[in-house]
T-cell receptor, first 114, second 115 residues
Framework: DQQVKQNSPSLSVQEGRISILNCDYT??????FLWYKKYPAEGPTFLIS?????DKNEDGRFTVFLNKSAKHLSLHIVPSQPGDSAVYFC?????????????FGKGTRLSVIA | DTGVSQDPRHKITKRGQNVTFRCDPI?????LYWYRQTLGQGPEFLTY????????KSRLLSDRFSAERPKGSFSTLEIQRTEQGDSAMYLC?????????????FGPGTRLTVT
């Protein structure tokens, strides 16, 4: 039973346009959400996170939106750049006692076309 | 500090052999995590430590898997009697519990191939 789902295995976007990556979760106990970016043969790199007490967090070109009632979050990248081409993972955790192990989705491969 | 490091980066071994991987976390981080990633999947949690205490090990895949963090600094993950199904990327991550944010920072991983 997958608790974090990324239903789009891949996404192609033109350079300069917006990329929107989606993530759904089933466990209402999750209260902290993260996005990671992964290049081949490297470990995941932390991008941005959001606590369940917020509905939006922004960092430069990256914005994460959280809709708790729908158990849905999305990552917006504006403008998209060729260097953004990578696999993006959504992750969730339950944090009442601090950092707990992350539960990851299967990832979405983003291709930004010049 | 250059981040989380893992050694080796690649390991090829024959079925039935034992392998050990090392992880050095970011120096001020007190929590250390091991994950495994197979093709087409996201990282899957295996075990984690706070300082030298192992907080969770029930997710280790079998009793052939064990992990240690003897002095609360580096950690090792050992797989005994390797099987072909153990072929995967083994990822280590670390975090610090003294803040209100919960990011984990990953190393480059160790790619294990069992032949």
């Amino acid at each position: 039973d997958q608790q974090v789902k990324q239903n789009s295995p891949s996404l192609s976007v033109q350079e300069g346009r917006i990329s929107i990556l989606n993530c759904d979760y089933t466990n209402s106990m999750f209260d902290y959400f993260l996005w990671y970016k992964k290049y081949p043969a490297e470990g995941p790199t932390f991008l941005i996170s959001i606590s369940s007490i917020k509905d939006k967090n922004e960092d430069g070109r990256f914005t994460v939106f959280l809709n708790k009632s729908a158990k849905h979050l999305s990552l917006h990248i504006v403008p998209s750049q060729p260097g953004d081409s990578a696999v993006y993972f959504c992750a969730a955790s339950f944090t009442p006692s601090g950092n707990t192990p992350l539960v990851f989705g299967k990832g979405t491969r983003l291709s930004v076309i010049a | 500090d250059t981040g989380v490091s893992q050694d080796p980066r690649h390991k090829i071994t024959k079925r039935g052999q034992n392998v050990t991987f090392r992880c050095d976390p970011i120096s001020e981080h007190n929590r250390l995590y091991w994950y495994r990633q197979t093709l087409g999947q996201g990282p899957e949690f295996l075990t984690y430590f706070q300082n030298e205490a192992q907080l969770e090990k029930s997710r280790l895949l079998s009793d052939r898997f064990s992990a240690e963090r003897p002095k609360g600094s580096f950690s090792t993950l050992e797989i005994q009697r390797t099987e072909q199904g153990d072929s995967a990327m083994y990822l280590c991550a670390s975090s610090f519990t003294g803040t209100l944010t919960y990011e984990q920072y990953f190393g480059p991983g160790t790619r294990l191939t069992v032949t």
